[in-house]
């Protein structure tokens, strides 16, 4: 695609179900990352995946949150036994390789009810 | 692993002041540095960005920003502000071996006053 395409845009879930969002990164972009977007939190780095190297999963918060990437293309961020506090914009970029400009999606606004 | 700071919430100025955002960073070597603006209800889009050589960029929309290695900065900078130039702004750090993860600071929120 022409950009990274993030899905659903919206998703209201209620406490303690599972979520899974999606990203579809830009056509032979190597490098994945996901991060999470509070109100006053910047943006909160979550998990890297770069290429078939083992992905950087140091700024996940619980183990309640996981990611995959099938085929070095999309990637799945997983947040199970949802919390109030899970509610933010999941936010979604991709690069060509290292060193390169990364290229944000619009995000996922997640609301935990 | 690398930090970035960006001190100042929240700065307002006038329609064709100056602008400085100021941008600190951590990291033991010299890290790949990026400016990001979040226009409201916008995606992030790259202002600019520095790997290595000449240490004042120039990027889109007039902005540039200064890499000074002695002080750990790297601040953004415009001469002349314009009104759609509200927004957040991020300042992001990159590390040049290891993992390449960014990683980004707490943002500056632009008030632009006509």
């Known amino acids: 695609g022409a950009g990274v395409s993030q899905s659903p845009s919206n998703k209201v879930t209620e406490k303690g179900k599972d979520v899974e969002l999606r990203c579809d990164p830009i056509?032979?972009?190597?490098?994945l990352y996901w991060y999470r977007q509070s109100l006053g939190q910047g943006l909160e780095f979550l998990i890297y995946?770069?290429?078939?190297?083992?992905?950087?999963k140091s700024g996940l918060p619980s183990d309640r949150f996981s990611a995959e990437r099938t085929g070095g293309s999309v990637s799945t961020l997983t947040i199970q036994r949802t919390q109030q506090e899970d509610s933010a914009v999941y936010l979604c970029a991709s690069s060509f390789s290292v060193n390169t400009e990364a290229f944000f999606g619009q995000g996922t606004r997640l609301t935990v009810v | 692993a690398q930090s970035v700071t960006q001190p100042d919430i929240h700065i307002t100025v006038s329609e064709g002041a100056s602008l400085e955002l100021r941008c600190n960073y951590s990291?033991?070597?010299?890290?790949?540095l990026f400016w990001y603006v979040q226009s409201p209800g916008q995606g992030l889009q790259l202002l600019l960005k520095y790997f290595s050589g000449d240490t004042l960029v120039q990027g889109i929309k007039g902005f540039e920003a200064e890499f000074k290695r002695s002080q750990s900065s790297f601040n953004l900078r415009k001469p002349s502000v314009h009104w759609s130039d509200a927004a957040e702004y991020f300042c992001?750090?990159?590390?040049?071996?290891?993992?390449?993860?960014?990683?980004f600071g707490t943002g500056t929120r632009l008030k632009v006053l006509a």
């Open positions: 056509s032979g972009h190597t490098a």
């Open positions: 995946f770069q290429g078939n190297s083992a992905p950087d």
């Open positions: 992001a750090v990159g590390a040049t071996s290891g993992t390449y993860k960014y990683i």
């Open positions: 990291y033991g070597a010299t890290p790949y």
